[in-house]
Nanobody, 126 residues
Framework: QVQLVESGGGLVQAGGSLRLSCAASGRTFSSNAMGWFRQAPGKGREFVAGLSWIGSSTVYADSVKGRFTISRDNAKNTLYLQMNSLKPEDTAVYYC???????????????????WGQGTQVTVSS
């Protein structure tokens, strides 16, 4: 059974940092694009960052570009999201996701992702 488990969320003041982790089990995703999405109350799921199967290829939402960094450790089958200079508008539940097909670039559409974690809450206070 494939599982993605996020951790690292919490409450932080504006300007602070958090590092989210997403541990995968049940299969390896070293050849699959992975991404982070978020969902704020009353809003739809929003793309945050994506990492193609070639680890050097990344894509970010304009709202987080320059503040967030996505990375992966294939040996640990783990995806990360380093979030710096956090703003209150970054408050949301953050989800990691993996595309089912291999050797693709990261998509910004949630429909392209087959596996999802349960989410971790990030709250940024002003």
């Amino acid at each position: 059974q494939v599982q993605l488990v996020e951790s690292g969320g919490g409450l932080v003041q504006a300007g602070g940092s958090l590092r989210l982790s997403c541990a995968a089990s049940g299969r390896t995703f070293s050849s699959n694009a992975m991404g982070w999405f978020r969902q704020a109350p009353g809003k739809g799921r929003e793309f945050v960052a994506g990492l193609s199967w070639i680890g050097s290829s990344t894509v970010y939402a304009d709202s987080v570009k320059g503040r967030f960094t996505i990375s992966r450790d294939n040996a640990k089958n783990t995806l990360y999201l380093q979030m710096n200079s956090l703003k209150p508008e970054d408050t949301a539940v953050y989800y990691c996701a993996a595309q089912g097909l291999s050797l693709l670039t990261a998509s910004i559409s949630p429909k392209s992702y087959n596996y999802w974690g349960q989410g971790t809450q990030v709250t940024v206070s002003s």
